[in-house]
């Protein structure tokens, strides 16, 4: 079974869309995470989420938004997609906020044209 | 915020042993440092944490000296398999801000035959 599963694994759209990615874990942890990967390699973290309590990263444009509907999922969403969203998004979970050991999903390419 | 930085890449061959070291001097005192693998089209994977001295686990050691400024991932008699990009994390088990948790861009670890 896949402990960290994301929605779709790829993803093209034009620019001034809006688009959803999808993320379940398995594992019953209590922390999910959205993290974007850009084309050079660079992993930064974008929000987590903990026992209804939203951690963002203050450099990520208010355009995106994680959904909860329960503990297993953390969704996003991102509005008005520009090019600059082009990348991979990865969505973790870990048994607690911070720096525990995360897993992490296979990844979505967002290829905004 | 710590800060880290490790080398782009390094090469090595098959049967060595390969040390790769993250520099991280502003580390805070419950700053943990973590280290993650990475294979093409994969989320990251966790490898091995630590605070202090060392630690070992059955994939790898990670060296930290006394001032805690740097950390070297050793990887043991590595085969072809080993090829992925490395990250090195530093931040505290809890975090109170996601911008704490940045991964940076890694190291491209190549293993030649």
């Known amino acids: 079974d896949t402990a960290v599963s994301q929605t779709p694994k790829y993803l093209v759209t034009q620019m001034g869309n809006d688009k959803s990615i999808k993320c379940e874990q398995n594992?019953?942890?209590?922390?999910m995470y959205w993290y974007k990967q850009d084309s050079k390699k660079f992993l930064k973290i974008m929000f987590s989420?903990?026992?209804?309590?939203?951690?963002i990263n203050e450099t990520v444009p208010n355009r995106f938004s994680p959904k909860s509907p329960d503990k297993a999922h953390l969704n996003l969403h991102i509005n008005s997609l520009e090019l600059g969203d082009s990348a991979v998004y990865f969505c973790?979970?870990?048994?607690?906020?911070?720096?525990?050991?995360?897993?992490f999903g296979p990844g979505t390419r967002l290829t905004v044209t | 915020l710590a800060k880290t930085t490790q080398p782009i890449s390094m090469d090595s061959y098959e049967g060595q042993e390969v040390n790769i070291t993250c520099s991280h001097n502003?580390?805070?005192?419950?700053?943990?440092i973590t280290w993650y693998q990475q294979f093409p089209s994969q989320g990251p994977r966790f490898i091995i944490q630590?605070?202090?001295t060392k630690v070992t686990n059955e994939v790898a050691s990670l060296f930290i000296p006394a001032d805690r400024k740097s950390s070297t991932l050793s990887l043991p008699r590595v085969s072809l398999s080993d090829t992925a990009v490395y990250y090195c994390?530093?931040?505290?088990?809890?975090?109170?801000?996601?911008?704490?948790?940045?991964f940076g861009s890694g190291t491209q670890l190549t293993v030649l035959p």
């Open positions: 994390l530093v931040g505290p088990l809890s975090s109170g801000s996601a911008r704490q948790l940045t």
């Open positions: 989420y903990n026992n209804k309590e939203l951690i």
């Open positions: 502003n580390i805070a005192t419950n700053d943990y």
């Open positions: 630590g605070y202090k």
């Open positions: 973790a979970s870990s048994r607690e906020n911070g720096g525990y050991e995360q897993y």
């Open positions: 594992l019953g942890h209590d922390t």
